[in-house]
C-alpha cells in the first residue's frame, strides 16, 4: 500500500482539485498527522475556489507505535450492518493470510539460521503466530469514523502532547495582506514543526498554528499572545 496517494475533488462551485490523501498514517514516523488528526485537517483537502472542505472517503491504516495503537480506520461513522460485517471479514482473511505468510518467511528464515528451538504453545493458535511476526506489534483495530479515531488518540495523549493552537489575526484584510500573514504564519509554523490553516470569519482571517500543547505555549509566549 502506498503512503499517500493524489485523488481528484469535485467541489459543489463547479472546481476541480487534486490534494494529497493519507493511505498509511504512521504518527511515529510522521508525528505532525497526529496534530493534523486532532485539528481535523488529515485527508481534508480545501477548494481554491471558494474555501469548502471536502474530506475523503478513502479509508486508511494508523498506526502509533509509541502507543500500540494500529487500527484500519473507515472515515464514515454511519455504515450499515451488512456492509460493516462484510469489511470486518474482509480484513481479518487478509490478517490471518498476513500472519500465515510472514510466519512461512520467518519459519524459511529460523531453519537457515538457526537450529531449532523447543516453543511453548499460547491460549490461542493466533496468538503465537502473531508474536512471531513482531512481538511487539499492537493488535489491529477496526474503527469507523474520523472522530472516533480522534477521540481515541486525543484520550492517550499526556496534556503538554494534546493538541495546542495560537491565531494570527487580520482584520478587513485584502488578497495580499492574507497570503503575507498565511506566509508569515507558514514559516513560524515550520520553524516550531508546527502546521497551519486558515479561516475566514465575517471580516477577520485567521491563520491558526497548531501542534503539540507544550510547544505551541511556547511559541505563544514569544509571541506574546496565548494559546
Given at each position: 500500500?502506498?503512503?499517500?496517494?493524489?485523488?481528484?475533488?469535485?467541489?459543489?462551485?463547479?472546481?476541480?482539485?487534486?490534494?494529497?490523501?493519507?493511505?498509511?498514517?504512521?504518527?511515529?514516523?510522521?508525528?505532525?498527522?497526529?496534530?493534523?488528526?486532532?485539528?481535523?485537517?488529515?485527508?481534508?483537502?480545501t477548494?481554491?475556489?471558494?474555501?469548502?472542505?471536502a474530506e475523503?472517503?478513502?479509508?486508511?491504516v494508523?498506526?502509533?507505535?509509541?502507543?500500540?495503537?494500529?487500527?484500519?480506520?473507515?472515515?464514515r461513522?454511519?455504515?450499515?450492518?451488512?456492509?460493516?460485517?462484510?469489511?470486518?471479514?474482509?480484513l481479518?482473511?487478509v490478517?490471518?493470510?498476513?500472519?500465515?505468510?510472514?510466519?512461512?518467511?520467518?519459519?524459511?528464515?529460523?531453519?537457515a539460521?538457526e537450529?531449532?528451538?523447543?516453543?511453548?504453545?499460547r491460549?490461542?493458535?493466533?496468538?503465537?503466530?502473531?508474536?512471531?511476526?513482531?512481538?511487539?506489534?499492537?493488535?489491529?483495530?477496526?474503527?469507523?469514523?474520523?472522530?472516533?479515531?480522534?477521540?481515541l488518540?486525543?484520550?492517550?495523549?499526556?496534556?503538554?502532547?494534546?493538541?495546542?493552537?495560537?491565531?494570527?489575526?487580520?482584520?478587513?484584510?485584502?488578497?495580499?495582506?492574507?497570503?503575507?500573514?498565511?506566509?508569515?504564519?507558514?514559516?513560524?509554523?515550520?520553524?516550531?514543526?508546527?502546521?497551519i490553516?486558515?479561516?475566514e470569519?465575517a471580516?477577520?482571517?485567521?491563520?491558526?498554528?497548531?501542534?503539540?500543547?507544550a510547544?505551541?505555549?511556547t511559541?505563544?509566549?514569544?509571541?506574546?499572545t496565548?494559546?
Amino acid at each position: 500500500m502506498p503512503r499517500s496517494i493524489e485523488i481528484t475533488f469535485t467541489c459543489p462551485c463547479g472546481a476541480s482539485f487534486s490534494d494529497t490523501v493519507y493511505q498509511a498514517v504512521n504518527v511515529t514516523l510522521d508525528p505532525r498527522l497526529l496534530y493534523r488528526l486532532l485539528a481535523g485537517t488529515l485527508n481534508v483537502a480545501t477548494c481554491p475556489n471558494c474555501g469548502r472542505k471536502a474530506e475523503s472517503a478513502q479509508p486508511f491504516v494508523y498506526h502509533d507505535m509509541r502507543r500500540g495503537l494500529f487500527a484500519y480506520v473507515s472515515p464514515r461513522e454511519t455504515v450499515d450492518q451488512d456492509e460493516r460485517e462484510a469489511l470486518l471479514a474482509e480484513l481479518r482473511k487478509v490478517y490471518v493470510l498476513a500472519v500465515q505468510q510472514s510466519e512461512h518467511v520467518l519459519h524459511r528464515r529460523d531453519r537457515a539460521e538457526e537450529p531449532p528451538r523447543p516453543t511453548v504453545r499460547r491460549t490461542r493458535p493466533g496468538d503465537e503466530l502473531a508474536a512471531k511476526i513482531e512481538p511487539e506489534a499492537p493488535p489491529m483495530q477496526v474503527i469507523f469514523g474520523v472522530g472516533q479515531l480522534a477521540a481515541l488518540v486525543d484520550s492517550l495523549l499526556e496534556p503538554e502532547e494534546k493538541l495546542g493552537k495560537v491565531a494570527l489575526s487580520a482584520r478587513n484584510a485584502g488578497t495580499a495582506a492574507r497570503e503575507r500573514l498565511r506566509a508569515v504564519a507558514g514559516h513560524i509554523a515550520a520553524q516550531a514543526q508546527c502546521d497551519i490553516m486558515a479561516e475566514e470569519d465575517a471580516d477577520t482571517y485567521t491563520v491558526w498554528i497548531y501542534g503539540p500543547r507544550a510547544r505551541v505555549n511556547t511559541l505563544a509566549a514569544a509571541l506574546g499572545t496565548h494559546a
